[in-house]
């Protein structure tokens, strides 16, 4: 029987070696993107899972369930992950997802199957407005709606009670004039009175004259119509 002192040293050895084999050249057993996309924290597995399934798609030796597991889960997957990944205001991630894995800016995904402008109007905040600017850039459809044609991003902003947000899209060209289907046929000048959102009702055209004559709904006066 060999010594401590010489057993010890072997099975750490041991370990680093099958650690440095699975991180190496082989792929972990989770091919998911969405995972990974949440937190700053884990933006470097989020690459390495990315960067591993390119190399492995075009023409690097790998295994065939590798293979297999990037083309049926990895690459489906960027889709959910930018959702995950805008919701969560993970810029890094959502520049990755777009600029790297091509990942379709107007790609319906999520537990609500929206874009992912709509992920950004939800929340409303500062960052989400950052990331939305640059889904715009980069060819998001800011009049898309969710897969049941419910809502758009400007009809989610306003709903959420979120004005910057929703007069960050008017300013960029959402039409505020598109009617959803299944909220009794909206507008957003409809739904900013009804759910009572005044701030945003002068930035509508045509809103405030509108607003003038349902008191049934808007109660007081609002400044900025006068």
């Known amino acids: 029987m060999l010594p401590k002192w010489i057993v010890i040293p072997l099975l750490l050895a041991a370990i680093t070696i099958s650690v440095l084999a699975v991180y190496g050249g082989k792929r972990y057993s989770n091919y998911y993107l969405s995972p990974l996309a949440s937190s700053p924290q884990s933006i470097n597995g989020l690459k390495r899972t990315w960067y591993f399934c390119t190399k492995c798609l075009n023409g690097e030796k790998c295994e065939a369930e590798d293979i297999r597991q990037c083309k049926t889960v990895t690459f489906p997957d960027r889709n959910d992950a930018l959702d995950v990944a805008v919701g969560t205001a993970n810029i890094e991630a959502v520049y990755f997802l777009v600029n790297i894995a091509k990942t379709d800016v107007n790609g319906v995904s999520g537990y609500f199957q929206q874009p992912p402008l709509m992920a950004a109007a939800y929340y409303g905040t500062e ?92 109660s007081g006066p609002i400044f900025e119509c006068e």
């Open 127 to 218: 960052q989400h407005q950052k990331i939305a600017s640059f889904l715009i850039s980069h060819g998001a459809n800011i009049n898309a709606t969710d897969l049941t044609g419910s809502y758009t991003a400007l009809l989610k902003a306003i709903w959420k009670n979120n004005i910057e947000f929703a007069k960050f899209l008017l300013e960029n060209g959402a039409n505020p004039n598109q009617l959803s289907p299944h909220i009794r046929a909206r507008s957003a000048c409809t739904s900013a009175i009804v759910y009572g959102r005044k701030e945003i009702i002068p930035y509508i055209p045509n809103c405030c004259s509108i607003a003038k004559n349902s008191p049934e709904f808007i």
